[in-house]
């Protein structure tokens, strides 16, 4: 029996309502010491051009940018709340979860762990796909539950497919739900019928359907983004000493992102239910199914290869929901004791220090300076723009990392089309994806260059494409300990350009 006391129902909304709160502070606070991450304003330059896929991920985020951009004006505070929101809705899903599934001591509980995760933090912060995914993953997990609770009911089955493909838009992980509401109705002696329910087919169906146009466009555009993925499932022979580092900074990295108590505590429940799971109850088999073999998978890749934390993100959820019951219990009180103790230490040390590197001299370090300056970047770059002999028919090229030509399209006032120079030839980015500035030939280009990369990136290439290719100046933001240096160049009348293509 749980004797983990559950906070009644009004005082469960006005923590959560505090708790939002006191995000919102800090994500105005965030956002005054930093700038977007460089995959948010990638993503945002998605959805500048809805697409039906990505150079590396379905639409859903460009989507979700596109909409954002939209309603607030490509304002950077909208990226931002977009992400409080997401990280918020799902929190509230894994409280209705834990409390359909057990009771509401459980859910309080589980909702709290989930809260004090630097995962969760991370999540109401930045806006990347994973904000989306974990929202329809979390959301999919309890709706499949209620179906199954009610097998007759078409809405509830209809629901469920439609947050599927939503999920499968957002990130390919969403792919393996269908596989493990299958699994999950062949162990369960109780759910075995639904195997034999259209209404259960129909919904897995559904939710694949949304894949059709991301697989046309992945045909016709050389299966990139599936080239692309299957990059990440590349091993690498490693020294014993290497692998032994590498094991160690996998696991590390997960027991930080979900404190390490609570990290520890999900893997012994998760074993100790694999050895009694004839007697597990219903709902305990369910949410084992949805995270035990998936992470297991996962802990044997990362004996392999460098596993992203991100990656099981999704299969965290319903373990640390099946955690929790077993925390709530008298069993667990000692766990539960500290799991809530390290994880709210852990949370509060991050928030402080956080706000310390962001309102203090301390912004000036290089490593935290780093997370600024492209804001002024883009404002001197606008100025350059503005002077230029022919401004209507001049275009802007970033040199570099594909975050250069996003912060650039981001932060530039007028918001322009930006292009990138691959010196490859070999698609590494949606902006190889795009047509690149052979649909620009007789323009001028203001031309954008680190100074760092000036050595390693020689732009001889790139000169003979202009009629003529002039260093114009500088643009020099200091940062503190460090200082954001771009070369700027002006390309008078580009003659050729050689396209880049999937």
Request: aromatic residues 12%; glycine residues 6%.
């Amino acid at each position: 029996m749980p004797v983990f006391a559950a906070l009644p129902a009004n005082r469960l909304w006005k923590l959560l309502f505090a708790v939002l709160a006191a995000r919102l502070v800090l994500m105005l606070v965030v956002m005054n010491g930093s700038d977007l991450a460089g995959d948010e304003a990638y993503y945002w330059d998605w959805g500048r051009q809805p697409d039906w896929c990505y150079y590396s991920k379905p639409p859903m985020i460009g989507w979700l940018m596109g909409v954002i951009g939209w309603l607030t004006g490509n304002a950077e505070w909208g990226v931002r709340l977009a992400a409080l929101l997401f990280g918020t809705s799902t929190l509230i899903l894994v409280w209705r979860v834990a409390r359909d599934l057990f009771d509401e001591s459980t859910a309080l509980l589980a909702a709290c762990l989930v809260l004090l995760t630097p995962g969760n933090a991370g999540q109401c912060l930045l806006l990347t796909i994973d904000a989306p995914l974990l929202f329809a993953w979390t959301l999919a997990l309890w709706l499949y539950w209620r179906a199954a609770e009610k097998p007759a009911s078409w809405p509830r089955w209809l629901l469920l497919g439609l947050t599927l493909g939503f999920g499968c838009l957002s990130k390919q992980m969403m792919l393996v739900f269908p596989v493990l509401m299958i699994a999950f109705a062949a162990v369960s002696r109780e759910d075995r019928a639904l195997l034999k329910n259209p209404r259960f087919w129909a919904a897995c169906v559904l939710g694949l359907l949304f894949m059709i146009p991301v697989v046309r466009w992945n045909q016709e555009h050389g299966w990139i983004t599936v080239e692309h993925t299957k990059h990440h499932f590349d091993s690498e022979k490693l020294s014993f000493g290497r692998w032994i580092s590498r094991l160690g900074e996998n696991i590390g990295l997960q027991a930080l992102l979900y404190t390490p108590v609570l990290f520890a505590a999900l893997v012994m429940v998760l074993w100790r239910h694999l050895s009694a799971f004839a007697a597990m109850s219903r709902s305990q088999r369910y949410l084992w199914v949805f995270a035990a073999p998936v992470l297991a998978i996962f802990a044997v890749m990362a004996l392999l290869q460098r596993i992203n934390p991100n990656w099981p993100a999704a299969f965290f959820v319903p373990a640390i929901v099946l955690t929790a019951a077993w925390l709530a219990g008298e069993d667990g009180t000692n766990w539960r004791r500290w799991s809530l103790r390290v994880a709210a230490g852990i949370t509060l040390v991050l928030h402080l220090a956080l706000l310390a590197v962001m309102i203090t001299p301390l912004r000036t370090i290089k490593k935290v300076a780093s997370l600024r300056g492209w804001r002024e970047v883009g404002v001197e770059a606008q100025v350059w723009l503005e002077k230029m002999p022919r401004k209507e028919n001049t275009f802007v090229l970033a040199l570099g990392h594909r975050y250069h030509a996003a912060w650039m399209a981001f932060y530039m006032p007028s918001h322009p089309r930006t292009y990138r120079w691959e010196v490859t030839g070999v698609p590494q980015s949606q902006y190889e994806v795009w047509p690149g500035p052979e649909e620009r030939i007789g323009d001028d280009a203001l031309v954008l260059m680190p100074v760092e990369e000036l050595d390693v990136r020689p732009l001889a290439d790139i000169t003979d494409c202009f009629e003529r290719f002039d260093r114009i100046g500088t643009i020099e933001v200091p940062l503190g300990e460090a200082k954001r240096v771009f070369a700027v160049y002006h390309g008078v009348n580009l003659k050729t350009w050689k396209a880049i293509r999937p």
